[in-house]
């Protein structure tokens, strides 16, 4: 072999390695805006993140910060009418953000696949239930109808449904809110995606079925080396979910670090107040919700400096004109965006004042 040979050679076994050691999903500079009469709409502004596989992300903030915007950009199901993207989306060593729609269909369900919202919607209401699954396994993977029949009823026992063989014929509505969820999630996970999308897969559900559907796309996870993004509001629900917490506020990324270092030393005003706005379990039943006071930044305009200064108790001067850029905090993984984080000087004296008038009234 010439050293020229060899050089290429290295090269290629480098880059192959890259592409399996390197993070799954990396996403650069991400912007999605939409054009509206109001003008245009900058629901996700800039984000860039990555995810390394078989891990899992929280990604939380109030309702329309942008989560759902930012994982159909991901994942490429957005209306292209009056949507405008740019950035990168770089998934299992190539780009994507661009790709057109036929080869886009073959990721789907293969390589990425969602669990929604709302699975009454989500669901075909006409089809029995064995079909609807059968049917991503006949197209994707090539199965006979027999083995699509068979595999969809291995599913069924996967996502722990009772009685699965009864199932299988059955339509969505004649099944429970709890056990539709489970069929959505044995639909995202028929075709062995390795990175699989959970938006607010829970929020229909009361707090018991909630738990369980969390427990069961974790063990899922971990058995099928899938990764995973679960979107939410709710910072509880990630808590005990995710490897790391990515935190949302305005369509810009303002957080992120892994979940036990974000609970043990956050950063943002903004996600304490999260933090503050789940009710807790020791609470006695008539205490109110700490919700944040004011409302999310409008998207058309948002403010100048951070986005959250407006509704920040803790917000200077320097907070309302300068944005602050992301800064890596203690922890390596741990990023965020803010000018008097939670612990400073600052922030510390403040809290004391604020502490001083809620005792004096
Ligand atoms: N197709 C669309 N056209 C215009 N605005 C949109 C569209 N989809 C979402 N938005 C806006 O983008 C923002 C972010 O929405 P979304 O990602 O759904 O928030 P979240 O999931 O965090 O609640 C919201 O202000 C929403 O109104
Ligand atoms: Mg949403």
């Known amino acids: 072999m010439s050293p020229q040979q060899a050089a290429s050679a290295r090269d290629l076994v480098q880059a192959s390695s890259r592409q399996i050691e390197g993070p799954l999903l990396e996403v650069t500079d991400l912007h999605t805006h939409f054009r509206t009469d109001r003008g245009l709409v900058r629901a996700v502004d800039g984000v860039s993140f990555s995810l390394q596989r078989g891990r899992s992300l929280g990604i939380v903030g109030e309702s329309g910060s942008g989560k759902t915007v930012l994982s159909r950009s991901i994942m490429g199901l957005l209306p292209k009418r009056n949507t405008e993207r740019s950035g990168s989306v770089y998934f299992e060593g190539r780009e994507i953000i661009d790709l057109p729609m036929a080869e886009r269909r073959r990721i789907w369900g293969r390589e990425m696949s969602m669990i929604f919202q709302d699975p009454m919607t989500s669901l075909n209401p006409v089809m029995r239930i064995g079909k609807q699954i059968g049917e991503g396994l006949r197209l994707h993977l090539g ?15 996967d996502v722990r449904i009772p009685e699965p063989e009864k199932r299988l014929d059955q339509y969505a509505f004649e099944l429970s809110g709890g056990m539709r969820q489970r069929v959505m999630i044995a639909l995202a996970m028929a075709c062995g995606p390795t990175l699989l999308f ?14 369980q559907i969390l427990d069961l796309i974790n063990v899922q996870r971990r058995e099928r ?9 709710d910072l509880g629900v990630v808590a005990g979910h995710t490897d790391e917490i990515m935190v949302m506020y305005g369509g810009r990324m303002v957080e992120k670090a892994p979940t036990r270092v974000l609970f043990a030393n956050m950063k943002m005003p903004y996600t304490e107040a999260l933090l503050n706005s789940i009710p807790k379990i020791e609470d006695p039943s008539h205490t109110r919700l700490n919700v944040i006071p004011g409302r999310p930044p409008d998207l058309v305009n948002p403010p100048k400096g951070c986005r959250f200064a407006p509704r920040c108790s803790f917000a200077q001067d320097r907070c309302i004109t300068e944005e602050p850029p992301l800064m890596t ?8 965006a803010c000018w008097y984080p939670v612990g400073s000087p600052s922030h510390r004296a403040r809290s004391a004042e604020l502490a001083a008038n809620a005792g004096a009234r």
């Open 225 to 233: 080396n899938m990764s995973l993004i679960l979107v939410t509001h």
């Open 198 to 211: 959970a938006d607010e897969p829970t929020t229909a559900l009361d707090v018991t079925v909630q738990a």
């Open 143 to 157: 199965m006979s109808k027999e083995d699509a029949r068979a595999t969809a009823l291995h599913l069924l026992r």
């Open 329 to 336: 905090a203690e922890h390596p993984e741990h990023v965020y």
